[in-house]
Nanobody, 126 residues
Framework: QVQLVESGGGLVQAGGPLRLSCAAS????????MGWFRQPPGKEREFVAA????????DYADSVKGRFTISKDNDKNTVILQMHDLNPEGTAVYYC???????????????????WGQGTQVTVSS
């Protein structure tokens, strides 16, 4: 059974950092691309960051570029989203998603992923 479990969410003041973690299990292949998405209150889910199966290729939404970093630990089957300089627009439920891949493609659209977790709430106070 494939399972993704996000953790690390919480309440943070604007300008502060937060580190989200996603532990993946259930897929026996190694080539798994992963991404982070978020859904602000009353809005659609949106792309935040993604990485290739190796973690060597990354992509970010313009709104988080330079402040967020995605990294992947294949030995631990974990993907991390390190967030700095958070602003109130970052208030959302954050989801990690994954899919099996056969190359180094990075995916920016949620419907391109196969599996996702339950999400973790991030609230940024002004």
């Amino acid at each position: 059974q494939v399972q993704l479990v996000e953790s690390g969410g919480g309440l943070v003041q604007a300008g502060g950092p937060l580190r989200l973690s996603c532990a993946a299990s259930g897929l026996t292949v190694s080539r798994i691309a992963m991404g982070w998405f978020r859904q602000p209150p009353g809005k659609e889910r949106e792309f935040v960051a993604a990485c290739s199966w190796s973690g060597g290729t990354t992509d970010y939404a313009d709104s988080v570029k330079g402040r967020f970093t995605i990294s992947k630990d294949n030995d631990k089957n974990t993907v991390i989203l390190q967030m700095h300089d958070l602003n109130p627009e970052g208030t959302a439920v954050y989801y990690c998603e994954e899919r099996i891949v056969y190359d180094y493609t990075v995916y920016r659209t949620s419907n391109e992923y196969t599996y996702w977790g339950q999400g973790t709430q991030v609230t940024v106070s002004s």
